[in-house]
């Protein structure tokens, strides 16, 4: 955690839980390591809440590097990678080299069958306070020259991206007394499926504080304007999450939000989000001190900016290898993301299909109807980004879908099935959660009462008595007051045994609140499937494929992003409708041909499982 | 992403007998990846005899059902005559042909249905309206049958070779219709509602997205409903303005007006072809208004013969000049009829600076009013005079009683009917029942964004919404809200 002490958030808290339904490891360690856990957008409706978590820093590195190191087969050697071992590239694949290993900066040699590269900022990474720049990955670490000189010797386009952390403030110079107090949820939510509570009580739990800029803060930002070559540069940065002078350039004479984190249970540094800045170290200090709260406030760390390389991501394939280089896969900020979540969800992904890869199993790819991890991928390797790509729930299209109290239903029994990478545990309580779910629905669904039983029954419910008609349990729940606690004290027989288990009730209610829109939205989804479902042919040269119409721009965008359905192609701007078709040709040849080597056995077996899924999802 | 094309590459491989599929024949059939159920007229271009509708997908049963109601479906690949009627009102259609296909021995594959109409455009666009109020249609977007025939296997790969050209083709044809009929009002109207529910959208998202992060502006949510109440009010009004729907359904309207005695009435009965209007030599013969339906050059339209235009006579008739001239005001086209032998008449002359020169000036919304002057009665006319009246607008010359110059006055009055309700093809056809299927699923959309309470819901609706009208207006993705987004609001972490 190089940069904020925190995990999750609106949209980032559904990838925490789709990375956990895969059996990655943060959710998991964020349960063992935070210090105030709070859910947001509580009122705004379960498809859009945001997990989020203060985690203590040193906590959380103990915890990880507890479960790393004891991780059953896995050798860990730290040490700066500084280039790639290439070989002649496998002929059945695409790519013009296949890798086989890396370089340290001692020299020493590491071989593998693959590699994921995780470079973080560290590509060229440059650090900028106020006029002054240092090459350096982050404050203290040496940048990744090397490696970046490699990647673009290769031939992979290269962009530039930056980014910015605040300064760190002494705790104990802080007068929280004037501030706005934060406490945390009580109870708290975990983000693992696995975990019925976290590790600490919310009692035991930090609170954040609240504090804002004033004029006084755009003042000195303005006049030191010429000392500040990471606002002026041309690099972009991130809409949101902006730096305090790009906040008050592009809103002035505004107001903004100031949270005084901790960093940790008995860290003595509190990070101030919102104060990301760029100014000389002791300009920092003087608009920190004008801060309501932090009027003695002392900075122990200033504020900087970094600016990095990142590969086009239209560069790599869903799986997340590159095009260019068999078995390498790249993720996190060097394809161009921002944020923990973020580089979690392809760190899971590029790891599973690193392995699978080496297996000569096909690659376990998330479709963007199936969660926020195949909408970031999905995005990136289309659409390419040129700013730092956040998660935002406004990005999925199925969002009443893909919510983060399903994530263990829509991944976890594909991450058991094809990628193995779930543990036994995890699925048989996906499994037993999903049965349950099932069973619930279709149990609330049967009991059908007239409108007019129901209020009788449950009275502190907004039900209209006037016109009597027949309701289900089901429909019941979906009033805004009602829970499975009032249905079930309403009608015990067959309903209590629902209520047993706290995330069962609160699943079933959340299924009923969208029961009727969803209906609509897995026609769409099949639709979207559809497409998805006509691969394209991986070796398709579309610069010099002939007997097909295609205009030159649509080839080249076409060579460049190298779609792998029909679905993710017609998402790529600039191809039209015409060109879809034609494509569909070559998938129709390619279907043949591969039906012809895969006859009845294994599709059987297949077919049958994917009936069964389909089935149940309804 | 693997599971699905296994099932596809299996489904080819195995062709359409496999006897499983079999066994999963019949109503409510649906193969994996089915969705919508679409519809569209799928006979030629043109006006035609018979005109063939077809409905793809798993909601094709019920839409016959529906059409055809209480009936129950006819036996699969069998034609029988129904009786077509609107689910909604209950209002009959046509009396048809319909055909029902269980998938997957179908077309597509999937469920189909066929309905073989008569071809008018009125009862076309009736029934197309009709299935586009079924629950689960919506009309089909280009090549979409076909598409949907290749993704079950039943096309083979040459026939797949002419689908490019084809979809190609549509689409084209498609955005022609689509800018026809954005172009002028209508079309700054859907773009102006567009824009309205898109910066709405944007901040209810915003307010998901970062409202607990930063500060937004207070009453972001109120500014985004008092929006959506005022484009649902917005497009209430403009469904319920049944005069751009109907102007083929039931007729443009084509009005007949001249001075007394030009002739008017004896247009009418030659262009009906029958005897509508009493015909006599005594002027101010007409007094009311007087309707037909007609069929001119295959366009439906509704033909009104009025009292002619002059002043000074008895209350009856002045009422009937009265009606006349509130007719003219709503007149989709005016026919206007002169005596070509009494041009000179300060009968003619007043109609011809009241009437005939305001009618070529555009109006304050830029638009003409369109006229089609024809000077009747040339049989009366010395032999080889054209050059009638050197200031006299372009005109034609007719001649009721000989039925000299008929031929030219049909291809002219094609023409602006053309223009006026457009290709008599498929294009207004579709691009209508599109329209409406979209402005009523847009309006309905906007219904349930008002009841939601929980705001991921109601942004949802939003989204169906803006979904439904960028449909129409093209455009609109991710990045456009975001971009409003970000121009609108400071948002932090």
Redesign the interface.
């Known amino acids: 955690m190089s940069c904020n002490p925190s995990f999750g958030g609106i949209g980032k808290g559904h990838l925490m839980r789709e990375v956990d339904a895969l059996d990655g490891l943060c959710s998991r360690i964020c349960d063992q390591s935070g210090i105030h856990y709070k859910v947001l957008n509580r009122r705004k409706g379960p498809a859009v809440w945001g997990l989020r978590a203060q985690i203590d820093r040193k906590l959380y590195k103990q915890n990880m590097q507890k479960e790393i190191l004891n991780t059953p087969l896995l050798t860990v050697q730290e040490g700066a990678v500084e280039d790639l071992i290439l070989t002649e590239p496998e002929p059945e694949h695409t790519g013009k080299y296949r890798v086989s290993g890396v370089v340290l900066a001692d020299g020493s040699k590491v071989y593998a069958e693959s590699v994921v590269l995780t470079t973080g900022t560290f590509l060229r990474g440059m650090i900028v306070i106020g006029l002054e720049m240092h090459p350096a990955g982050r404050l203290g670490d040496q940048p990744a020259v090397g490696l970046a000189q490699t990647l673009e010797k290769l031939g992979f386009v290269v962009g530039r991206l930056k980014t910015g952390t605040p300064p760190r403030i002494a705790k104990e110079s802080v007068n929280f007394s004037i501030l706005n107090k934060q406490t945390p949820d009580n109870p708290s939510i975990p983000f693992s499926f696995i975990n019925q509570t976290v590790w600490i009580k919310p009692e035991d739990q930090l609170p954040c504080y609240l504090t804002h800029t004033n004029p006084r803060v755009d003042e000195i930002v303005l006049e030191n304007l010429h000392l500040n070559c990471h606002v002026k540069e041309t690099t972009r940065g991130p809409r949101y999450c902006p730096s305090i002078e790009s906040k008050v350039l592009r809103f002035p004479n505004r107001v903004h939000q100031v949270w005084l984190e901790p960093e940790g249970m008995d860290s003595d540094l509190i990070y101030p989000q919102g104060l990301s800045v760029t100014l000389p170290a002791e300009l920092q200090e003087k608009m920190i001190t004008c801060i309501r709260g932090l009027e003695n406030a002392k900075m122990i760390q200033p504020g900087y900016g970094v600016q990095y390389d990142y590969m086009d991501p239209r560069q790599i394939s869903p799986s997340l290898e590159t095009h260019l280089v068999q078995r390498l896969f790249f993720a996190g900020q060097i394809n161009g993301t921002t944020g923990y979540e973020e580089a979690a969800a392809q760190g899971v992904i590029a790891g599973i299909n690193a392995s699978l890869r080496v297996r000569h199993k096909p690659p376990f790819v998330i479709s963007r109807t199936e969660g926020y991890i195949g909408v970031l991928i999905d995005d990136l390797t289309t659409l390419g980004t040129n700013e730092p790509y956040r998660m935002f729930t406004s990005r999925a299209e199925f969002r009443l879908s893909l919510r983060p109290d399903n994530a263990d239903s829509r991944l976890t029994f594909r991450g058991y099935k094809e990628a193995g990478c779930v543990s036994q545990q995890r699925y048989e309580r996906a499994s037993w959660m999903k049965s349950s779910l099932e069973e619930g629905i279709s149990m609330l669904k049967s009991i059908e009462f007239l409108s007019t039983k129901w209020k009788n029954l449950i009275p502190e419910s907004s039900i209209s008595s006037g016109k009597s008609l027949p309701l289900r349990a089901l429909d019941v729940l979906k009033y805004e007051e009602v829970d499975m606690e009032l249905l079930a004290r309403a009608v015990p027989e067959p309903l209590k045994k629902y209520t047993q288990c706290r995330e069962l009730a609160e699943r079933l209610k959340i299924e009923a609140t969208y029961e009727s829109v969803l209906f609509h939205q897995q026609q769409e989804i099949k639709e979207v499937q559809r497409d998805e479902a006509l691969q394209l042919p991986k070796d398709l040269d579309y610069l010099t494929l002939k007997d097909i119409s295609l205009s030159y721009e649509v080839r080249e965008k076409l060579h460049f992003s190298r779609p792998q359905t029909i679905g993710a192609a017609s998402r790529i701007p600039g191809v039209t409708a015409a060109a879809i078709v034609n494509l569909l040709r070559f998938v129709k040849t390619t279907q043949q041909r591969q039906a012809a080597m895969n006859r009845v056995p294994k599709t059987d077996q297949q077919l049958h499982d994917t009936d069964r899924l389909e089935e149940s999802q309804l | 992403?693997?599971?699905?094309?296994?099932?596809?590459?299996?489904r080819?491989?195995?062709g359409p007998h496999s006897p499983r599929l079999c066994t999963r024949q019949g109503s409510g059939y649906r193969a994996?990846?089915?969705?919508?159920t679409i519809f569209a007229l799928s006979s030629g271009q043109g006006r035609c005899g018979i005109a063939v509708i077809r409905t793809s997908g798993p909601a094709s049963g019920h839409a016959l059902q529906s059409l055809t109601a209480p009936r129950d479906l006819p036996p699969a690949r069998k034609a029988c005559l129904r009786l077509l009627s609107d689910p909604r009102s209950g209002e009959p259609l046509d009396r048809a042909l319909v055909l029902w296909f269980p998938g997957p021995q179908s077309f597509t594959g999937e469920d189909c249905a066929e309905f073989h109409v008569h071809g008018g455009p009125a009862v076309v666009s009736g029934v197309l309206q009709a299935l586009g109020s079924v629950p689960?249609l919506r009309p089909a977007e280009?090549?979409e049958f076909t598409?949907r025939a290749?993704?079950h296997g039943k096309l083979s790969?040459t026939e797949?070779?002419g689908?490019?050209?084809l979809?190609?083709a549509e689409?084209e044809a498609q955005r022609r219709q689509a800018l026809r009929q954005l172009d002028g009002e209508l079309g700054d109207l859907c773009r102006g509602w567009a824009e309205t529910l898109t910066k709405a959208l944007a901040h209810v998202?915003a307010?998901?997205?970062?409202s607990?992060?930063?500060?937004l502006e207070e009453g972001v949510l109120d500014q985004a409903d008092s929006e959506v109440r005022k484009l649902e009010v917005a497009l209430g009004v403009h469904l319920r303005d049944a005069r751009r729907g109907q102007r083929l359904r039931s007729g443009a309207h084509v009005v007949v007006a001249g001075p007394p005695n030009a002739g008017k009435s004896s247009l009418v009965n030659l262009l009906s072809r029958k005897p509508v209007s009493i015909v006599s030599p005594e002027p101010g013969t007409t007094r009311d208004v007087l309707e037909t339906p007609v069929d001119l050059a295959g366009f439906p339209a509704l033909l009104s013969d009025t009292a002619g235009l002059r002043e000074g006579v008895g209350p009856v008739e002045q009422e009937g000049v009265r009606r006349a001239q509130k007719r003219l005001e709503q007149a989709d086209l005016i026919l206007a009829v002169l005596d070509a032998s009494d041009l000179a008449s300060p009968a003619s002359c007043n109609f011809l600076d009241t009437v005939v020169i305001p009618a070529g000036a555009r109006n304050p919304n830029g638009s003409r009013q369109r006229l089609l002057l024809v000077l009747n009665k040339s049989d009366l006319l010395p032999a080889g005079r054209s050059d009638l009246h050197p200031d006299l607008p372009s005109h034609l010359l007719l001649s009721c009683l000989t039925g000299e110059g008929l031929d030219g006055l049909l291809e002219a009055l094609k023409k602006e009917l053309a223009a006026l309700c457009g290709d008599p093809s498929t294009g207004p056809l579709l691009t209508r029942s599109r329209h409406q299927h979209h402005l009523r699923g847009c309006l309905d959309a906007l219904g349930q964004y008002k009841q939601a309470?929980?705001?991921?819901?109601a942004?949802?609706a939003l989204?169906v919404a803006r979904g439904h009208l960028s449909h129409l207006t093209g455009g609109g993705g991710?990045e456009e809200?975001?971009d409003i987004?970000?121009q609108d609001f400071?948002?932090?972490?």
Do not use: Q
């Open positions: 992403m693997w599971r699905g094309l296994w099932t596809l590459v299996s080819a491989a195995r994996p990846g089915s969705g919508a689960g280009a090549g598409r290749f993704a790969l797949v070779e689908l490019a050209d979809i190609h689409t998202e307010y998901i997205d970062f607990e992060d930063d500060n309470k929980d705001l991921a819901l942004a949802e989204r991710t809200i975001l987004i970000f400071c948002v932090g972490k």
